[in-house]
């Protein structure tokens, strides 16, 4: 299997899967659609097309059966209902479960279920498949016989083997029943035939086996030559037609068999020998870096390509005219602009090549129609999803890294919020309840919500189911407001549902979302009204690679803080400042708000007795606000964003490490991390 032709195949086949899981679950409300029948149709040939080229069996038996199906059904002869939707679905869960193993490494993929084969099988010529099980009518024929003393269980010379043949050819011709060929005449029996008589009698079999008058015929296009050369459009248009005529005619389906591996390239002789730990290791090495090379795979329009061609040309004279000016005695201002041109030149390249990066949500979203449909009828409730604004882009690792959040939340709100078709009913509620995903982009941000037209939630149920799993008590509950009352379905081991389901119910997974969303330095947002829906926002960077930040400092050492989490910025105040319960506090604007001196935690070894340091710095982490105590801030910077080490990974409060504009080193501070250390 040619690795690189596997690789484009994967990228193609990965498409595909994504534009068929929303058109399978689009085809269920308008079942009659051509195009979107011939676009299922030409999706799974595409599939099978790629895996016949690569000799991936099942992949191309199972694909083989759904793209019978889908023919049928764009032809008029089988409609596509529920028991067709669910065998269609589970067909494409095994395409979709196959593609993936290839992507994880796996080569050699196990047989394609034949129940599944048999179901499609069923769909597509079902009055073939109840037939085809019935034993054939059983009638009186005559029987060979073994001339005398020829034991049936030993073995038989040549002349009792030619004396059979002659008994079966005399019973034969006795029956009567069973045509015979002719040969032409001035044929001699037993010397040789040209080809023309040969085909003559290919001729005179099929006739005499089906009847030539019977026998459906492959018809050229109008205005083609029969004679002549066809086009590739012109042979595609037969073999369809020939695999039409094939559905149509019983006789000619024989029973599927597992076609032969392909065997383009003989095994070496050592591969004979048994496989060593070392051979295993690389196998696991090979599938792991075939996983890779399709994950590091992204489609780029050319013309993106072009814009950053372009860029680095300028780049380059840029770079000429710096050159120049190093050796010369030109004034000031020339160097001035050119810098000012170089700043202008890489401020456009970093946003050229920032949007070959970028994907558009719907890559995300794409996967949701086909989970709220298998919710919904799993739960007995009726759902129409609707997404808006995918077409907005974010960066590619945040495309992955938001996937797993949005699904838990989508299940949350067609699980939790909305009601069953009855008791909306009651509530003067449609019987269908509507879940929205929106995406669009906010300045340097995007902007994802999820809203449920449910049943909303009860901030005082909340409240209370907080007293009873002892996560505060009764003081202190009745104190929150609503909205931090909404806030505690983010902690761990919180749930309202009465009864644990595989669906949810066991308190796990939304505090999970928090801490991923709060990882991509987002917030999350929660808005319910009781009776009317829950609206869930999250609110994340564009991009992870570049990073607006504040830089601050502490004697010599620099940091850089977020820019997206910095409020504001004011003098350190003692009057303005008090302790809590052991916590300093500073009071702004009627609200105390927790102060952290970072010099304490940061560099304890040079913190001074006394420290008050210089300046605030307000920053919001996920629904909390915390004051930043700094000796002194430096200024706005955009950073690249540099992992830690293997060594430095376990450090709580680091989100990674930066060069600054000066040369300089700084760390770059993880602002969930530094507030849960303080706490």
């Known amino acids: 299997m040619d690795e690189e032709i596997l690789q484009d195949f994967l990228v193609e086949a990965g498409e595909l899967v994504e534009r068929l899981d929303e058109q399978l679950v689009e085809l269920e409300h308008a079942p009659t659609d051509a195009d979107l029948l011939n676009a299922i149709f030409r999706g799974f040939h595409t599939i099978k097309g790629g895996a016949g080229f690569l000799g991936v069996t099942p992949l191309i038996e199972v694909c083989h059966r759904a793209e019978n199906v889908f023919d049928k059904i764009r032809n008029g002869d089988v409609s596509y209902d529920a028991t067709a939707a669910d065998v269609i679905m589970r067909a494409f869960d095994v395409i979709s479960d196959y593609i993936g193993q290839l992507n994880d490494g796996e080569r050699e993929l196990g047989d394609a279920d034949q129940s599944l084969l048999a179901e499609l099988d069923q769909l597509w010529k079902p009055s073939k498949a109840v037939t085809s099980t019935e034993e054939p009518a059983q009638t009186d024929q005559p029987k060979l016989s073994l001339p005398e003393g020829v034991d049936p269980d030993g073995e038989i010379s040549d002349d009792e083997f030619e004396a059979l043949l002659s008994q079966r050819d005399a019973l034969s011709a006795d029956g009567g029943n069973e045509p015979k060929l002719q040969l032409p005449e001035g044929v001699d029996p037993d010397g040789e035939i040209s080809d023309d008589e040969f085909e003559a009698l290919l001729n005179q079999r099929d006739a005499l086996s089906g009847g030539e008058a019977d026998e459906p015929k492959l018809k050229l296009p109008e205005g083609v030559d029969p004679d002549g050369e066809i086009s590739d459009d012109e042979f595609e248009a037969l073999l369809q037609q020939r695999d039409s005529l094939t559905l149509d005619t019983p006789a000619a389906e024989p029973t599927p068999k597992k076609p032969p591996k392909p065997a383009d390239k003989p095994a070496p002789a050592s591969s004979a020998k048994p496989a060593t730990t070392a051979g295993k290791d690389n196998a696991k ?295 809590i319960d052991g916590q300093m506090m500073v009071r702004l604007r009627e609200k105390s708000i927790p102060l952290l001196f970072l010099q304490e935690w940061l560099n304890p070894d040079s913190a001074k007795e006394n420290y008050l340091g210089d300046k605030v710095i307000i920053v919001s982490v996920g629904n909390q606000r915390a004051g930043l105590v700094v000796d002194q801030v430096d200024g706005q910077e955009e950073v690249v964003i540099k992992p830690l080490g293997v060594m430095m990974k376990h450090l709580q409060g680091y989100a990674g490490a930066t060069i600054t504009g000066n040369g300089n080193i700084a760390l770059i501070l993880d602002l969930p991390g530094v507030v849960e250390r303080f706490q």
């Open 285 to 579: 090495d090979d599938k792991v870096q075939a996983k890779a090379n399709v994950e590091s795979t992204v489609r780029v329009d050319t013309r993106r390509l072009d814009e950053i061609m372009n860029l680095v040309g300028e780049l380059v004279l840029v770079r000429n005219r710096l050159l120049t000016l190093r050796g010369s005695k030109q004034s000031e201002e020339d160097l001035s602009n050119a810098v000012a041109n170089l700043d202008h030149v890489t401020t456009d390249l970093q946003s050229s090549v920032m949007k070959t990066r970028m994907q558009p949500v719907k890559k995300v979203f794409g996967r949701f129609p086909r989970v709220v449909r298998d919710l919904a009828r799993k739960l007995g409730k009726e759902i129409e999803l609707e997404l808006k604004g995918e077409d907005t882009d974010l960066d590619k690792n945040l495309v992955e890294a938001l996937a797993d959040p949005l699904v838990h939340l989508v299940r949350n709100s067609v699980d939790h919020g909305i009601e069953m078709p009855d008791d909306r009913e009651q509530d003067n509620k449609p019987r269908k309840g509507t879940v929205i995903l929106a995406a669009e982009q906010e300045g340097d941000h995007i902007l994802l919500s999820i809203t449920d037209d449910g049943k909303g939630m009860d901030p005082d149920i909340l409240r209370r189911k907080a007293v009873e799993k002892g996560m505060m008590d009764e003081v202190s509950a009745s104190q929150l407001d609503d909205k931090a009352a909404f806030e505690l379905i983010l902690s761990a081991g919180f749930s309202t549902a009465e009864q644990v389901s595989d669906i949810s119910g066991r308190g796990v997974g939304m505090d999970v979302v928090k801490s991923m969303i709060t990882k991509l330095n987002g917030s999350i947002d929660i808005h319910s009204v009781l009776g009317e829906g829950t609206q869930i926002k999250i609110r994340v960077p564009l991009t992870l690679a570049i990073l607006p930040t504040l830089m601050v400092s502490f004697d010599e050492d620099s940091y850089a803080i977020p820019l997206t989490s910095v409020q504001e910025i004011f003098d350190y105040d003692a009057d303005l400042t008090n302790r």
